[in-house]
């Protein structure tokens, strides 16, 4: 089937809400400029003029409520924004082998999430970094991405996102890919998107893992406008 990628902006607006790296064509941007971006979005920006913010993570929540056993160690890629952190350990006791990690290439994003976690704050491991570097990220259990991955165009990109993602999630581990829909918004934060149905969102990251489920969510932004996602549950094989 056909992903649906809309064509590259002009080199004035090449900022990019994912986490990457430096390539070689045009359209990709240094992660300093992507960063610079960000940082200047999150440091004048409220969550009532972020699109994709969403107060409760309900059907990550729900996906991940799924899953036996409950997963430990747990990774949130450019989840600054994201409460799905402080859900989790909302919903369980103190655990000894609990790693609850939440990675943003903004540090002002990190910095508003630290301040929303409160008491939590101190049980989640806060890194700021750009995951197409292939950083050191350790083992998890579950790896959860909302908003990230169908912000990356180059094939280069999606693959060596796809490699961390499948050398950092543990055998029988899992991951939780959430884009637009094919009949989601064509652009997001003034910035192209690739939209997916479940099938071509499942080849992405076929054969390291296998998509066991899938949901829509009709997200509402906080100004009431609806767009549409698509939630991919995988396991690792």
Not at 150 to 176: C, M, N, P, Q, W
Request: charge should be neutral; charged fraction near 20%.
């Amino acid at each position: 089937m056909q992903r649906h990628c809309i064509p590259r902006v002009p080199s004035n607006e090449q900022h990019d809400r994912s986490l990457t790296q430096p390539s070689m064509n045009s359209y990709s941007d240094s992660t300093d400029q992507r960063r610079a971006h960000w940082e200047g979005v999150y440091a004048t920006k409220p969550d009532a003029d972020l699109s994709w913010f969403q107060s409760f993570p309900t059907v990550s929540l729900a996906l991940t409520n799924t899953l036996n056993p409950p997963p430990i160690r747990v990774l949130d890629v450019g989840g600054g924004q994201s409460a799905l952190a402080c859900e989790l350990l909302t919903r369980r006791p103190s655990d000894p082998a609990e790693s609850i990690a939440v990675l943003d290439i903004s540090g002002s994003a990190i910095v508003r999430a630290k301040a929303r976690a409160t008491s939590y704050a101190d049980r989640i491991r806060w890194i700021v970094g750009d995951v197409l570097e292939s950083p050191y990220l350790g083992t998890v259990d579950l790896w959860h991405d909302r908003a990230v991955f169908h912000f990356l165009h180059e094939v280069d990109d999606r693959k060596r996102y796809v490699d961390l993602a499948s050398r950092t999630v543990v055998s029988a581990g899992h991951a939780i890919i959430a884009t637009f829909a094919l009949s989601g918004p064509e652009r997001c934060s003034g910035l192209p998107v690739c939209r997916y149905s479940a099938e071509t969102l499942a080849a992405e990251f076929t054969p390291a893992f296998q998509m066991i489920n899938s949901v829509r969510e009709q997200h509402e932004t906080p100004w009431g406008k609806s767009q549409e996602f698509i939630y991919g549950l995988f396991v690792r094989r």
